[in-house]
């Protein structure tokens, strides 16, 4: 939709409520009412400024109290885009990231970022039930949705266990393939526990976010059905992009 196609009086600089602010509240309603919703982003600055009758400092208050909002997100060099509905993240026990998304529509991706054995952490070797002395493989992903980021997630597996994990994930192959490769057949969510936390500077860049927005933060345990635990996780989500939602048969 062009700014053509939308009607608007131009801010009372004499009504007592900031230009910017007016502006806003304009740009805000349209975005509720999806007059964006064929493009998915707003106009640029300068069709917006023009609109408006503003100079671009005024309009850049007005976006920014839109992203501030959650409405809206500015990825610099591409535009201002209008945040969509949340999406919903099942947690229960056959918790998989790709179903999650494949069932509501979108386009499941992972970007490897890191794949490594190191030593493990106090809480990998708790969570697994292994030796303080013990190497652990960690695999980090950022995890997208129609190429766009929702989280980043931090996966540990025993080192024993899964000798060879790192390589075969570097050659493209699917976790569950990589699994079933090493005998695990199935496996279940023993265990989801959801906290918050904000972001560091490096996690708020790569899911184009600001560092002042909570994330929501899952730790969860998976277990082959001997009930042996294969990884412990952590997982950040967008939470202005994410729902967590919880099943009946999780919660018992």
């Known amino acids: 939709m062009t700014s053509e196609q939308l009607t608007f009086s131009a801010p009372g600089r004499r009504s007592g409520v900031a230009v910017w602010r007016q502006i806003a509240d304009t740009l805000r309603t349209e975005i509720c009412d999806r007059s964006y919703a064929d493009t998915g982003r707003l106009p640029g600055e300068g069709e917006l400024s023009s609109r408006f009758g503003v100079n671009r400092h005024t309009l850049r208050q007005a976006v920014a109290a839109l992203q501030s909002d959650g409405l809206v997100r500015i990825e610099p060099g591409r535009g201002t885009f209008v945040q969509h509905e949340l999406l919903d993240y099942a947690l229960s026990s056959r918790t998989r990231f790709s179903a999650n998304l494949l069932r509501q529509g979108l386009l499941p991706s992972k970007q490897l970022l890191t794949a490594r054995e190191v030593p493990a952490t106090t809480r990998a070797a708790k969570e697994l039930k292994l030796d303080k002395a013990a ?7 950022l995890d997208e949705a129609n190429a ?43 265990e989801s526990r959801v906290t918050t936390q904000m972001p560091s500077e490096a ?15 899952v730790e969860c345990i998976d277990v082959d059905m001997d009930g042996v635990p294969i990884k412990y996780g952590e997982t950040v989500f967008c939470g202005d992009r994410v729902q967590l939602v919880v099943s009946a048969e999780a919660a018992t």
């Open 148 to 190: 766009q980021p929702i989280g980043v997630a931090t996966a540990y597996y025993p080192a024993a266990r899964f000798a060879g994990l790192l390589e075969m994930l570097m050659h493209g192959t699917c976790t569950t393939d990589i699994l079933r490769h090493f005998g695990v057949q199935d496996y279940l969510r023993q």
């Open 135 to 141: 190497k652990v493989l960690m695999v980090e992903t």
């Open 203 to 217: 996690t708020a860049r790569l899911l184009k976010q600001p560092t002042n927005r909570p994330l929501l933060c």
